[in-house]
């Protein structure tokens, strides 16, 4: 079964730069499927960030089109997020995760807390 | 963008009784999609395209819904039924979520 794990530091500076991967098993990203960043706040709300697609192709959320960039590397089966200037609102639970055609989330990774605190 | 609001934020049932959450959309979707999310867990997928039930969902959850109205019942509130529910539109980018609601046992 595919599965997808989030992995990077759980403490970023303000005005540094948030970076994290995820792994995924079980399925090949260049196979199919849009592969998205997902976010958590503290209080609840959830924000879409972003994908890059199985053909390489991204789409981001405007509210941060300028910090952020989605990537990956095809021969080790991984994406990864970068999302520049963060500030003490980027503070969030992040999850990688697949999606489905109709832009549902079918797979999840088990998420990551990061901490952005001077 | 579009904006999901969910009722209640917040609710307790008894066991064996009918639950029915909302999700209504500033803006007309295609489908709604329900997340369950249990404390310290990732969401998992509930309910997509409107009504149909996530692998391993128990048939006493039920999604429905057009336009901008939605909803996900449980016929018999059951223990394990107790989590956060969240509603997602995939139909307008950036794809959003609503607020959840959570929902207790009494």
């Known amino acids: 079964e595919i599965q997808l794990q989030e992995s990077g530091p759980g403490l970023v500076k303000p005005s540094q730069s948030l970076s994290l991967t995820c792994s995924v098993t079980g399925y090949t990203i260049t196979s199919g499927y849009d592969w998205s960043w997902i976010r958590k706040f503290p209080g609840n709300k959830m924000e879409w960030m972003g994908y890059?697609?199985?053909?390489?192709?991204?789409n981001y959320n405007p509210s941060l089109k300028s910090r952020i960039s989605i990537t990956r590397d095809t021969s080790k089966n991984q994406f990864f997020l970068q999302l520049n200037s963060v500030t003490t609102e980027d503070t969030a639970t992040y999850y990688c995760?697949?999606?489905?055609?109709?832009?549902?989330?079918?797979?999840w990774g088990p998420g990551t807390m990061v901490t952005v605190s001077s | 963008e579009i904006v999901l609001t969910q009722s209640p934020t917040t609710m307790a049932a008894s066991p064996g009784e009918k639950v029915t959450l909302t999700c209504r959309a500033s803006s007309s979707v295609s489908y709604m999609h329900w997340y369950q999310q249990r404390s310290g867990a990732s969401p998992k997928l509930w309910i997509y395209e409107t009504s149909k039930l996530a692998s391993g969902v128990p048939n006493r959850f039920s999604g429905s819904g057009s336009g901008t109205s939605y909803s996900l019942t449980i016929n018999s509130m059951e223990t394990e039924d107790a989590a956060t529910y969240y509603c997602?539109?995939?139909?307008?980018?950036?794809?959003?979520f609503g607020s959840g609601t959570k929902l207790e046992i009494k």
């Open positions: 890059i697609s199985y053909s390489g192709s991204t």
């Open positions: 997602q539109q995939g139909s307008s980018y950036p794809f959003t």
């Open positions: 995760a697949r999606g489905q055609l109709d832009w549902y989330f079918d797979f």
